[in-house]
């Protein structure tokens, strides 16, 4: 069963950057997508970003788009995300979720593996 370990929050000034990493452990992503996702106090839970087993089939959300970027390393068993220009608005819990069959979406209903969170805090 696939793990997920989320690593990298803290806290940062607006417009700093974070790097977040979703650890997969002894598995490689070959065969699912890994999406980010975040959940603000109060807020139900969001979408940030994806990236297809692929590698190349990515997508974000548009709260984040051109701030934050997916990439993962080249034993497939991570995946980073990237966040530049950090705003308060970013402030949440984020979460790396797998789906094992691979589909194009920001759906968590679709996703069966989940990490247990980071928290990002961005305050000046």
């Known amino acids: 069963q696939l793990q997920l370990e989320e690593s990298g929050g803290g806290s940062v000034q607006p417009g700093g950057s974070l790097r977040l990493s979703c650890a997969a452990g002894e598995y490689t992503l070959d065969y699912y997508t890994i999406a980010w996702f975040r959940q603000a106090p109060g807020k139900e839970r969001e979408g940030v970003a994806y990236?297809?087993?692929?590698?190349?089939?990515?997508h974000y959300a548009d709260a984040v788009k051109g701030r934050f970027t997916l990439s993962r390393d080249n034993l497939k068993t991570t995946v980073y995300l990237q966040m530049d220009s950090l705003e308060p608005e970013d402030t949440a819990v984020y979460y790396c979720?797998?789906?094992?069959?691979?589909?194009?979406?920001?759906?968590?209903?679709?996703?069966?593996?989940w990490g247990q969170g980071t928290q990002v805090t961005v305050s000046s």
């Open positions: 990236m297809r087993s692929n590698g190349y089939d990515v």
């Open positions: 979720a797998g789906d094992q069959w691979d589909t194009a979406t920001l759906s968590a209903d679709q996703f069966d593996y």
